[in-house]
């Protein structure tokens, strides 16, 4: 959880930074809160970010979407 305020930190500073979002998503993944993993993979995916497939697939699947 300590991790997630960080990244919140980090994305409030620089929302267009793809990585934080990224971090932070495994972060959530972690906590096996999927749905806002697959949020923060989806938005690191809108600043172009180049997503790994499967990751998402899974992400996508867990959080019921």
Known sequence: KESIA???IAIE???KEP???INRSLAYAEL????QAFKDYCS????K???DKPRFDF???KAGK
């Open 19 to 21: 990585t934080a979002f």
């Open 49 to 51: 970010f180049l997503l």
């Open 13 to 15: 500073k620089n929302p």
């Open 6 to 8: 960080d990244y919140n």
């Open 32 to 35: 096996k809160n999927y749905e």
């Open 59 to 61: 992400l996508r699947a």
């Open 44 to 47: 690191a995916g809108d600043l």
